[in-house]
């Protein structure tokens, strides 16, 4: 076996010298570190620890290279990619990054609206829109207890009695009627007193209205009834023919048939302060005999707010 004189300098020992070569005409960059001879140095090449080394055409050059191999095997890692790749880029200097931050503060601000004073009419309108309100609060508790302590009942209107003095025709269809009935109206509550101040009574036969009849003012006291007499009188009222031979036939039978409607405006004093109003309707359906001494003997009667 033949001995080959190691030529790279890394694997020789301290007292054999390397085998010299001569440069090449265009030398690669060396994959050596420079050697840390201050000497070598230029004083217009500043050296910083961030930065990678190049050197300078100036410097000299070791030209102790190993002789290529062929026919060997994968070469280890030498890190010649290391010294190719570009200087990083600088970062900017320190001084800017408090103004570039500022900017970017100053943009992300968001602007708060400023709070404008409420206008005293606002004010005014809220006032009287909250006075009408606890106003209309206290009515409605008013009423409710009102209505819990005194119970108001409506009035009732009833017929006790009702006697038919005449009922004929002239003519064949000319009415002439005499009817006394007597009204009774009655204040169901146990406190307060009703006044009717306007009280008005109409005699209908088949709906066609025969007489009507006024009443003066009068008032029932608490759990009072009041009678009054009405004299309800019609005088040559024209009926039709289908009219006339009805009544006729219920007067021949004994059995008339008539309607008294009843309008009423009263009014409840459940004390000093505390007096409504209302308009009452009444509706009765009686049958008498037949005249002249006709008499009740049936009758129905609604009353309605």
Not at 191 to 203: E, S, T
Request: net charge positive; glycine share 6%; hydrophobic share 30%.
């Amino acid at each position: 076996m033949s001995h080959e004189r190691e030529t790279n300098p890394y694997f020789l020992p301290p007292h054999v010298p390397p085998l010299e070569q001569h440069e090449p005409q265009h030398p690669p960059f060396s994959s050596q570190f420079p050697p840390s001879n201050a000497k070598n140095q230029t004083p217009h090449e500043p050296h910083s620890p961030g930065d990678s080394y190049f050197p300078s055409p100036t410097m000299p050059v070791s030209t102790r290279h190993s002789q290529p191999q062929l026919h060997s095997g994968p070469q280890p890692h030498t890190g010649h990619n290391s010294h190719l790749t570009p200087p990083r880029h600088q970062q900017p200097h320190s001084g800017s990054r408090p103004h570039s931050q500022h900017h970017r503060h100053s943009s992300g601000l968001v602007r708060v609206p400023t709070r404008r004073k409420t206008r005293p009419f606002a004010w005014l309108v809220a006032g009287f829109c909250a006075l009408f309100w606890v106003m209309v609060i206290v009515a409605g508790l008013a009423i409710l207890i009102i209505y819990l302590v005194f119970r108001p009942r409506n009035p009732k209107f009833d017929i006790t009695s009702a006697t038919l003095n005449a009922a004929y025709l002239d003519m064949g269809y000319l009415l002439n009627a005499d009817l006394t009935i007597l009204a009774n109206f009655t204040n169901p509550n146990k406190k307060g007193r009703v006044d009717f101040h306007y009280a008005i009574l109409d005699l209908y036969h088949g709906g066609h209205l025969l007489a009507s009849s006024y009443m003066d003012p009068f008032s029932t006291m608490s759990h009072e009834s009041r009678f009054q007499d009405v004299h309800l009188v019609s005088s040559q009222v024209r009926l039709s023919l289908e009219q006339s031979q009805q009544l006729k036939k219920e007067v021949d039978n004994g059995r008339v048939k008539f309607e008294v409607k009843g309008l009423f405006r009263a009014r409840s004093n459940l004390g000093s302060f505390l007096q409504y109003s209302y308009w009452l309707y009444a509706q009765c359906t009686i049958v008498v005999t037949s005249p002249p001494t006709g008499v009740l003997i049936g009758r129905k009667c609604t009353t309605k707010r």
